[in-house]
Every structure is written in structure tokens, then in C-alpha cells.
């Protein structure tokens, strides 16, 4: 897929949360320099090659290969720290797989995009709040598939949430030891 014009806002807005984040100095020159890369750049690049190139510059400016490393290690030793509580609500729960289905369903909601804007409060109270319900819950369908199933890949992404996958995969474990 091509660069849509709708990506560059998001990605000048990538540029600027990071900017901040690791507290850069000389950010003007950092966004002179991203705006002249983003002047010359082909649309006929896809999304992922242009932020790679962006973030390429960004990294070489910052000097900085992971400026996402102080935030994720603060989500995951966050969500380690609550990995009991949130294990022992699973267990208590009427139906613990699709508890669990929903934790970590939830820690997808961790992310440090420029368009996602929840603060750690509004994610911890996700957890408390038992009345969300899933708006498509096909789960009786997905057990049966993990039943029946071969072979499992379960694909992790943001930080934070591996810790609320970990506890999916025990359940996915419990319905069938592959």
C-alpha cells in the first residue's frame, strides 16, 4: 500500500512525541530535518518504509537506537508487578479463558502511537471494569479452534501486554497442550 497523505500528520506527530519523550535538544533542527526528508520523500514508498527512514533519522539525531526502552520497561515492570492480581481475578472468575481473553485484549491498548492518548489510569480501570462487553465474542468458536488445533502461533506485540498474553497462553495451554 502506498503513503496516504493522511499518514504524514500522524508521523510529523510520531516525530514530536518522541522529541519530547527524550527530551531532545534542538528540536527545531530535528523537525527541519525530518520536514526535509518528508519534502523529497517518493509516495509511492509504503507507510512502513517511510517511517523506518523517518525513524532512522530520528534515531541517528537523538543518538539513541530505543527511545521507546525507559517507557516499555516501565509498562512491563508495571504489568509484572499486577501479573498476580490479574492471575488470581482470572482464576476466581465464571469463565477464566474468557477472562484472560479479555485481559489481554486490553493490553492492546498500551501503545505509544501518536494517535493513542490513554493515560495509564484509563488502562488500569479497563481492568476493574467487568461490564465492557466484546462487541464480536466468538470465543466458544476460538476454543473449539484451539481444541482442534495442530499447531498455535500466538503472535506478542506491545510491552506490557506479553505479560497479559503470558496469562492467555496459560489458558490457551489448559484447552490444548499442542
Same mark, same amino acid.
Given at each position: 500500500?502506498?503513503?496516504?497523505?493522511?499518514?504524514?500528520?500522524?508521523?510529523?506527530?510520531?516525530?514530536?512525541?518522541?522529541?519530547?519523550?527524550? @527530551?531532545?535538544?534542538?528540536?527545531?533542527?530535528?523537525?527541519?530535518?525530518?520536514?526535509?526528508?518528508? /519534502?523529497?520523500? &517518493?509516495?509511492?514508498?509504503? =507507510?512502513?518504509?517511510? *517511517?523506518?527512514?523517518?525513524?532512522?533519522?530520528?534515531?541517528?539525531?537523538?543518538? =539513541?537506537? &530505543?527511545?521507546?526502552?525507559?517507557? @516499555?520497561?516501565?509498562?512491563?515492570?508495571?504489568?509484572?508487578?499486577?501479573?498476580?492480581?490479574?492471575?488470581?481475578?482470572?482464576?476466581? /472468575?465464571?469463565?477464566?479463558?474468557?477472562?484472560?481473553?479479555?485481559?489481554?485484549? *486490553?493490553? =492492546? *491498548?498500551?501503545?505509544?502511537?501518536?494517535?493513542?492518548?490513554?493515560?495509564?489510569? &484509563?488502562? *488500569?480501570?479497563?481492568?476493574?471494569?467487568?461490564?465492557?462487553?466484546? /462487541?464480536?465474542? &466468538?470465543?466458544?468458536?476460538?476454543?473449539?479452534?484451539?481444541? =482442534?488445533?495442530?499447531?498455535?502461533?500466538?503472535?506478542?506485540?506491545?510491552?506490557?501486554?506479553?505479560?497479559?498474553?503470558?496469562?492467555?497462553?496459560?489458558?490457551?495451554?489448559?484447552?490444548?497442550?499442542?
Amino acid at each position: 500500500m502506498k503513503l496516504s497523505d493522511q499518514c504524514l500528520s500522524c508521523l510529523v506527530n510520531q516525530v514530536v512525541k518522541v522529541a519530547h519523550m527524550t @527530551r531532545v535538544n534542538d528540536k527545531e533542527k530535528l523537525y527541519a530535518r525530518v520536514f526535509e526528508y518528508m /519534502s523529497q520523500m &517518493d509516495f509511492k514508498q509504503t =507507510n512502513p518504509e517511510v *517511517i523506518g527512514e523517518t525513524f532512522k533519522l530520528l534515531k541517528e539525531y537523538i543518538h =539513541n537506537d &530505543d527511545p521507546y526502552v525507559q517507557i @516499555r520497561n516501565y509498562y512491563n515492570q508495571l504489568l509484572l508487578k499486577q501479573l498476580p492480581l490479574f492471575k488470581q481475578r482470572i482464576e476466581d /472468575s465464571k469463565d477464566s479463558f474468557y477472562q484472560a481473553l479479555r485481559y489481554a485484549i *486490553i493490553g =492492546n *491498548i498500551i501503545d505509544f502511537n501518536p494517535i493513542s492518548h490513554h493515560q495509564l489510569e &484509563d488502562i *488500569i480501570s479497563y481492568f476493574d471494569d467487568d461490564t465492557i462487553p466484546f /462487541s464480536i465474542c &466468538d470465543i466458544e468458536q476460538l476454543k473449539d479452534d484451539i481444541i =482442534n488445533a495442530k499447531t498455535l502461533l500466538y503472535l506478542g506485540d506491545n510491552c506490557g501486554e506479553i505479560c497479559l498474553d503470558k496469562l492467555l497462553i496459560e489458558k490457551i495451554k489448559e484447552l490444548n497442550l499442542i
